[in-house]
């Protein structure tokens, strides 16, 4: 089955500083990457998401890149702001779209 | 618009007790996930239901997990006889329809087994 790795587990950033956040995938059929925020106590709600055939998202101050060649995909935060302090999971699906295989989680620490 | 509901937020139980985790989907979502989130742990699949149908439920434990989503009422992820190792986060996440990925979750429901 599908493996998802992700990179940093934890993340210490300045505020206004860029995050990044890396994740690998196993399973060449996946083709549906998106990126979940969660804060404490509550759910993951969905902040981004790219398909295989595209190459790079953006939304505001956050990015989304994909390299299906090399099974990896990338969330780029850029001048952050303490309220981006959260856990942020990425995870990979193929064409069922729900079955959604995620990474362990980075924690993001955004420090004024 | 109200969100994904599940209820309770916090449940404790004995071993060997029922657990039963309730989801109202986001209103005009007829698609039903649950899914099982382990401490420092990403989300892992359980089952996906539509009304009076479970669709795929590949990820759910052969024993003692079942869950349902009844023509009237939520879904309800039941687990039976509760061991240590059930103690996690529960979500639930609805769509509006299935195959575009994009999951709404719930706030969730934490079990802790005693």
């Known amino acids: 089955g599908e493996n998802v790795e992700q990179h940093p587990s934890t993340l210490s950033v300045q505020e206004g500083d860029s995050a990044v956040i890396k994740c690998t995938y196993s399973?060449?059929?996946?083709?549906?990457f998106p990126w979940y925020k969660q804060e404490l106590g509550k759910g993951p709600q969905l902040i981004i998401d790219i398909r295989s055939n595209v190459g790079e998202k953006k939304d505001q101050r956050i990015a989304v890149t994909l390299n299906k060649t090399a099974k990896h995909f990338s969330l780029h935060i850029t001048e952050t702001q303490p309220e981006d302090s959260a856990v942020y999971f990425c995870?990979?699906?193929?064409?069922?779209?729900?079955?959604?295989?995620f990474g362990k989680g980075t924690s993001l620490l955004v420090t004024p | 618009n109200a969100g994904v509901m599940q209820n309770p937020r916090h449940l404790v139980r004995r071993r060997g007790q029922e657990a039963r985790l309730r989801c109202s989907p986001m209103k005009g979502h007829s698609h039903v996930y649950w899914y099982r989130q382990l401490p420092e742990e990403g989300l892992k699949f359980m089952v996906y239901?539509?009304?009076?149908?479970?669709?795929?439920e590949s990820g759910m434990p052969k024993e003692r997990f079942s869950a349902e989503f009844p023509k009237e009422g939520p879904s309800i992820l039941r687990i039976q006889q509760v061991v240590r190792g059930d103690s996690a986060a529960y979500f639930c996440?609805?769509?509006?329809?299935?195959?575009?990925?994009?999951?709404?979750f719930g706030e969730g429901s934490r079990l802790t087994v005693l």
């Open positions: 995870a990979a699906s193929t064409n069922s779209g729900y079955a959604l295989n």
């Open positions: 399973d060449s059929a996946s083709n549906y």
């Open positions: 996440a609805s769509s509006k329809t299935s195959g575009t990925g994009e999951l709404f």
């Open positions: 239901l539509q009304k009076e149908n479970i669709i795929d």
